[in-house]
């Protein structure tokens, strides 16, 4: 099956994990939001219990309404019984998540994203949980 073409982001598998890693090095219009919380849902569409690593390493600056769409794909994969690690955080991407409490340097209930420092990182965490099961 021929991968879809996406506008914002490029994927590969590595060990069983769907690695997604977005290319847009600014993420603030409303236009380039909505165009990427497409991709990432068309991404796992069809897919059982998706492994998915997000690599955000090309985004230097991101803005709230950037957040909505994370969240989205979030409870997307969630409902799919899937998991999601964000890496490869800029210094401005993760203060942005940090103090929206987005994502945390420790694992918490009460926050909506786990990240890894990177995608190999990412992708032996996700592939370890995956052979646990």
């Given at each position: 099956?021929?991968?879809p073409?996406f506008?914002?982001?490029?994927?590969r598998?590595?060990q069983?994990?769907?690695?997604?890693t977005v290319?847009?090095s600014e993420?603030?219009?409303e236009?380039?939001?909505?165009d990427?919380?497409?991709?990432l849902?068309?991404a796992?569409e069809g897919?059982?219990?998706?492994?998915v690593?997000?690599?955000?390493g090309?985004?230097?600056?991101?803005?709230?309404t950037?957040?909505?769409?994370?969240?989205?794909?979030?409870?997307r994969?969630?409902e799919?019984?899937?998991?999601?690690?964000?890496?490869?955080?800029s210094?401005q991407?993760a203060?942005?998540l940090?103090?929206?409490?987005?994502v945390s340097?420790?694992?918490?209930?009460n926050?909506p994203?786990a990240m890894?420092?990177d995608v190999?990182?990412?992708?032996?965490?996700?592939?370890?949980?995956?052979?646990?099961?």
């Open positions: 099956m021929a991968q073409p506008k914002h982001l490029k994927s598998v590595e069983g994990v769907l690695v997604l290319t847009a993420i603030h219009s236009g380039v939001t909505e990427l919380r497409l991709d849902l068309s796992v897919q059982a219990n998706p492994k690593v997000l690599d955000l090309p985004v230097k600056l991101i803005s709230t950037f957040l909505r769409a994370l969240l989205s794909f979030r409870r994969l969630r799919k019984g899937g998991q999601l690690l964000l890496c490869n955080l210094t991407v203060e942005v940090f103090t929206t409490r987005m340097a420790t694992s918490s209930a926050i994203f890894a420092p190999a990182i990412a992708v032996a965490h996700l592939s370890a949980t995956a052979s646990e099961r």
